[in-house]
Structures are given as structure tokens and as C-alpha cells.
């Protein structure tokens, strides 16, 4: 069973447009929210996180919006450049687990130039 | 810091031999380490958690026999992928855990012949 669910599964964006990945989670325990970015051949690489004591968090272009009542989060990505080009994966996780990661299916962002 | 490092980057075997990947965390202890599997376009799945001086935990429908998880030390856990087929070959991600935040190995491309 899918814990994380993750949309869209790829999404094309023009250079210099606004790319956004929603996900939605149903295990109300879940108290950390990270995205990752990954290149092929590469191991992810945590581009930013988000606890449910704020509604949104921004670092550079990357933006995450977090609706706690929905049980849903989102990042935005702002001035898309075409070296944004990767898959992107939303993850959570609880107090209890740890680092121990729930991830969502992941996203295949495209920035045309 | 918090560098994970994975070796082999890369390794190809033949089917029905075994084959060992080490994860060490280069600058830092960790106790618990995680080992994903990511076949291509798809998500990452976790295999199994490995703690120093105990048993691994393996997460449902993962055969325990076929993937050895050793943790000996704090800065070391390997996965043995014994009597492997091609149906093993995968990206082999392993994470270890850092004052509780997932520090990501660069991944291990297993192809089985």
C-alpha cells in the first residue's frame, strides 16, 4: 500500500515557468516531509524539507507548501531551468522511524530551454 | 559532511553468484543504515534496515536469505546479493541515518547476465 501518493508522474515546463509536484499522504504520524532531486546514475539528494509546524518553507527557487488539514504538500519550483531536468520524489517520515523514509512514486520534470 | 560513500559504483555478474556491496559513512557514525532497491522509472523501495550489532529488519516480501545485510561497524553495512538473477539487477541505494536525517549513498548499478 502506497503511503505516499505522488502527481503528477511527469510534467513538461517551459524554461523560466513554475514547475509543481503535489503529493498526499495518509499516516497521520508522519511528522517529516522531504523532497528529493535525482539525476540518473546518482543517488537522491535532499533539496528540501518541511515539518508540520509551518504551511510553507522556501529555499532559493524551491518553495514547499504543506496543507496539514489535507494531509497534502507541494513543490513549486520557480524560475524552471533546464538543469532542474531530474525526478523528484516526495518522502516522509515519523518521529518513530526515524530516517527511515516513505517515498512517493516520483516525478520526471522536463525543462524545455 | 555526512558523506555516504558505496562501493561498487558499478558491477555486473554472472547468474548464481553472489555479489557484495559495502555502504560506509565516511564522516560520521550511524547506526542505522537503510538499503533501497530503485528499478528504472520507478521509485525507491526500501529493502530492509540494518543496525550495528544486530539482525536486519526486512520489510515484507523481501527474501532475508537472498539479501545478507551485515552491519559490523558504525560506519559499515553490506548487502550480499547471493545466487543472484537477472531479475535482481537493480540500483542498489543505501542510506545511512545522521542526528535522525537520511544521508543518501550514491547508488550501486547490479546488472545480472
Known amino acids: 500500500q502506497q503511503q505516499v501518493k505522488q502527481s503528477p508522474q511527469s510534467l513538461i515546463v517551459q524554461k523560466g515557468g513554475i514547475s509543481i509536484i503535489n503529493c498526499a499522504y495518509e499516516?497521520?504520524?508522519?511528522?517529516?516531509f522531504p523532497w528529493y532531486q535525482q539525476f540518473p546514475g546518482k543517488g537522491p539528494a535532499l533539496l528540501i524539507a518541511?515539518?508540520?509546524?509551518?504551511s510553507e518553507k522556501k529555499e532559493g527557487r524551491f518553495t514547499i507548501s504543506f496543507n496539514k488539514s489535507a494531509k497534502q504538500f507541494s513543490l513549486h519550483i520557480m524560475d524552471s531551468q533546464p538543469g532542474d531536468s531530474a525526478t523528484y520524489f516526495c518522502?516522509?517520515?515519523?518521529?518513530?522511524?526515524?530516517?527511515?523514509?516513505?517515498f512517493g512514486e516520483g516525478t520526471q520534470l522536463t525543462v524545455n530551454p | 559532511g555526512a558523506v555516504v560513500s558505496q562501493h561498487p559504483s558499478w558491477v555486473i555478474c554472472k547468474s548464481g553468484t553472489s555479489v557484495k556491496i559495502e555502504c560506509r559513512s565516511l564522516?560520521?557514525?550511524?547506526?542505522?543504515m537503510f538499503w533501497y532497491r530503485q528499478f528504472p522509472k520507478q521509485s525507491l523501495m526500501l529493502m530492509a534496515t540494518?543496525?550495528?550489532?544486530?539482525?536486519?529488519?526486512?520489510e515484507q516480501g523481501v527474501e532475508k536469505d537472498k539479501f545478507l545485510i551485515n552491519h559490523a561497524s558504525l560506519t559499515l553495512s553490506t548487502l550480499t546479493v547471493t545466487s543472484a538473477h537477472p531479475e535482481d539487477s537493480s540500483f542498489y541505494i543505501c542510506s545511512a541515518d545522521h542526528l535522525k536525517l537520511a544521508q543518501f549513498g550514491p547508488g550501486t548499478r547490479l546488472t545480472v547476465l
Open positions: 540494518s543496525n550495528e550489532g544486530s539482525k536486519a529488519t526486512y
Open positions: 518522502a516522509a517520515s515519523d518521529e518513530t522511524s526515524g530516517s527511515r523514509l516513505t
Open positions: 564522516d560520521f557514525q550511524a547506526t542505522t
Open positions: 499516516n497521520t504520524a508522519f511528522d517529516y
Open positions: 518541511i515539518r508540520p509546524d509551518v
